[in-house]
């Protein structure tokens, strides 16, 4: 680059130079005009007259008859045009010369880290940063391979010197033809000059800058190293660099080994990485790589009969791995964590996750059917839904409807109010000071200092137990056990079960009016799946570096033991009720299921929060605005969406009985909802009994007669 500049400096001296000897030039010309003409006059004399001149009285004029115009005035001025159009285009390029990047590190690729993240299976979920494959020599490449690049790309590779007036002809005829721009003129050199040194902004100056420096490429290195340059570095979607990382990332092989058809794939890339990736649509892919062996056929590069053949082997795009757009949500959460880990800034990473390709699929399967389902009538615009062990490995997480539209993960970023699905937290504080199922409380309207809490549609029930409190989700009763419990104990067990969100001190918790996000709610309920273990929600399994070298490894952590087992198998029987025949009826499956519903005010929120032995789902829909939904709770779409998840996700799985279940009953009342109590079998109150009352929100008298059956729609459980 450097004796290019030298050059083009040299050059503009020289022209500067020019401007002076012009002046001498012109006063030259001047001189000798002056002296030709002086001759002139004195070998013809001044009384010549010409031929047909008239004498006399004077008449028809005297005087000479002006002598015709040379025409070396004219080769002058366009001598002196040329010369000024010279000065002025060497000047221009003296400009854009000084403009020009540096290149002295063109061997080194500057390039950002690559990440790529791995499912549990092996199977690629995404990447970032810039993948480069291993650099390969020509002779490495199957020659179609750089056949198929030349035939589509740039035909007179060999023949041009970095610029291509032909092409540039064809191009222009070709585009002015369709009235928009539908080919390109410029040659591999080029594309080369803009990928190494220059940005994509499509200006005059980056075009002359690309093209001094096409030129210089040409001067300095030959064809061959030009074209390996080329194809170790160009861009071929999907965050690949480079023919042999495109082989790797679309057919899992290296480029020494690629097909002919595959090669194809890999040239069509060239004009639209995006577009023509066979991860995003195997249909145009195969589409493109069609016409690329058209163009070697036609180049001469293959026969029409290998291209033929070749065309049949699209099936070969099938194998290549598809991105899920709706992974990208778990991808960006687990890219968010790895600064976290020592070593993983400055180096290419291979991460292995938790996440389970097919639950996964599910998932998104799911809300994308519940969204279309119900958006337009109910008035719902997003939902989210993640799953994970019972010690809180994420195996699904769908942030959102669609990636490409927002990005914004609903699941860990959103921060929503819970509604009834946080009363669980409320009641193992309870449970912990010695509730249990078969106790009594009176489901009416209370008021709590300023704060009157209301049951859905303002229906109350009269006398119930704790098992029918949580099944049916009564406002009021929840509010009677925080106030008893105390709300400093309902936050020690919410932080014990690893909910961080900042939650009001007053009894209002007990409705869930404190915003927290999906993934930590859902992490709260694992302890009850598991018999008690704390989780600590995680997608990272292993790092590795490019070299294979392990930087970290996950060995078994979380916070151990959080309740005991006999305080789970009590809230196993509270939270089987909610499905077996409460407001979370819709989400039953066929094997041992828990869970909780959840609405918050004019239904903004509707959640479902259940589990199995083996898996904890949270699923939650609403709208980013806010804005109220059409009368849905979570015993309706939620619970149906769970429902729909979990039947895929637990497929093929055991049933197993969730913990505690072997346990004697505390309070069984089969497959239905618990009796009407007898108000005229309960023994008389004692002094004892009063105080027991007293303590845990009993009355101290007998009951009164059962209020009638609370009853909501049957399409809008309460939640």
Known sequence: MGNMLQGILKAGREARRGISDSRVFRFMTRRSTGDRDTRANARGGAAKRPANAKGGNGKGGGGAKPAPRRRGGLTRFALLAGLWCFIAGMGVIGFFALTLPDTSDLSTAQRKPSITLLASDGTMIATYGDLFGEPLRLKEMPKYLPGAVIATEDRRFYSHFGIDPFGLLRATFANLRAGHIVQGGSTITQQLAKNLFLTPDRTFTRKIQETLLAIWLEHKFSKQQILEIYLNRVYLGAGTYGVDAAAHRYFNKSARDVSLYEAAVIAGLLKAPSRFSPANDKERAAQRAQQVLLNMADAGFITTAQAQTAAQQKTQLSKTPSLSRGSRYFADWIVDQLNGFSGTQDRDLVVTTTLDPKM????????????????????????????????????????????????????????????????????????????????????????????????????????????????????????????????????????????????????????????????????????????????????????????????????????????????????????????????????????????????????????????????????????????????????????????????????????????????????????????????????????????????????????????????????????
């Open 360 to 719: 996964q699929e599910a998932g998104e399967k799911v809300i994308t059917a519940s969204l279309d389902a119900n958006g337009e009538k109910y008035e719902v615009g997003q939902g989210a839904l993640v799953a994970m062990t019972p010690d809180g490995a994420i195996r699904a997480m769908v942030g959102g409807d669609d990636y490409a539209d927002s990005q914004f993960n609903r699941a860990t970023q959103a921060l929503r109010q819970p509604g009834s699905s946080f009363k669980p937290v409320v009641y193992l504080a309870a449970v912990e000071r010695g509730l249990r199922p078969s106790d009594h409380f009176i489901d009416q309207p209370i008021k709590i200092g300023k704060w009157e809490p209301h049951n859905f549609e303002n229906k109350y029930r009269g006398d119930v137990t704790v098992s029918e409190a949580l099944a049916e989700s009564l406002n009021s009763v929840a509010a009677q056990i925080v106030q008893r419990v105390g709300v400093n104990n309902v936050i020690a067990t919410a932080r014990k079960l690893g909910i961080t969100s900042d939650l009001v001190h007053d009894a209002s918790l007990a409705l869930g009016t404190s915003e927290v996000s999906l993934i930590e709610l859902t992490a709260a309920y694992a302890p009850f799946a598991s018999g008690g273990i704390g989780a600590w929600p995680h997608g990272i399994v292993e790092i590795r570096d490019a070299h294979g070298g392990v930087i970290y490894r996950r060995d078994g952590s979380g916070p151990g033991r959080v309740i005991d087992p006999a305080n789970v198998a009590i809230m196993n029987q509270l939270l089987s009720g909610v499905v077996a025949y409460g407001t979370g009826k819709a989400a039953k499956l066929d094997r041992p299921t828990a869970g909780k519903t959840g609405t918050t005010q004019d239904s903004r929120d509707a959640l479902f929060v259940g589990y199995t032995a083996d898996l904890v789902c949270g699923v939650w829909f609403g709208n980013d605005d806010d804005s109220p939904m059409k009368k849905v709770t979570g015993g309706t779409i939620p619970a149906h969406a769970w429902h729909d998840f979990m039947t895929v996700a637990t497929r093929g799985m055991p049933i197993k009985p969730l913990p505690g279940e072997g346990a004697p009953a505390l309070v069984s009342y089969g497959a239905g909802p618990p009796p009407a109590p007898n108000p005229a079998a309960r023994p008389p109150a004692s002094g004892l009994r009063n105080l027991l009352d007293r303590i845990f929100g009993g009355a101290s008298v007998d009951p009164p007669a059962r209020a009638a059956p609370y009853s909501v729609p049957g399409a809008m459980p309460q939640g």
